[in-house]
Every structure is written in structure tokens, then in C-alpha cells.
């Protein structure tokens, strides 16, 4: 028999929490919210943040640089 501790949800719900206290110190920093497309979505709309202070990490920027590709890049054994 599973209890909640065990099983997939035990491995999931740490992120859960994480994602929850991130999302209420990065949301000190948002000082502006516009929605831009899918008014009709509600929370899933589309919008345009203005933030401040804002700790993030880039990981695909509009130059092409894939910050992912770069870090396995990094690490990729060479085979002799």
C-alpha cells in the first residue's frame, strides 16, 4: 500500500515547494504585468513583465546561444 510519502509523488513534491517560495520572492520584482495575447486564458494569458531585480538565467537568448548545448558541450567526452 502507498502512503504519501512514497512513491512518484514523494520525488516531485520537493520541486513543488521550491517553485512555490521561488515564486513568492521573484514576484517582489515584477513591477509591471500586461497581458499582450489570450485575455481569455486568465492565469495562462500571455503576458509582458517589467521587472527589477530579477534573478534569472538566461538559457536560450535571441542570438542563438543555448546555454544547455553549451554546459553539455563542456562535458562531452572525447573518444580516443
Known amino acids: 500500500m502507498l502512503n504519501h510519502w512514497s512513491g512518484p ?9 521550491l517553485l512555490i517560495v521561488a515564486g513568492a520572492i521573484i514576484s517582489k520584482s515584477i513591477k509591471k504585468a500586461e497581458v499582450v495575447a489570450y485575455e481569455e486564458l486568465g492565469a495562462e494569458a500571455l503576458r509582458r513583465l517589467e521587472v527589477e531585480d530579477f534573478p534569472v538565467t538566461v538559457v536560450n537568448d535571441i542570438h542563438g546561444g543555448d546555454l544547455y548545448e553549451e554546459g553539455k558541450a563542456k562535458y562531452r567526452v572525447k573518444a580516443s
Open 9 to 17: 509523488w514523494y520525488a516531485i513534491m520537493p520541486c513543488f515547494v
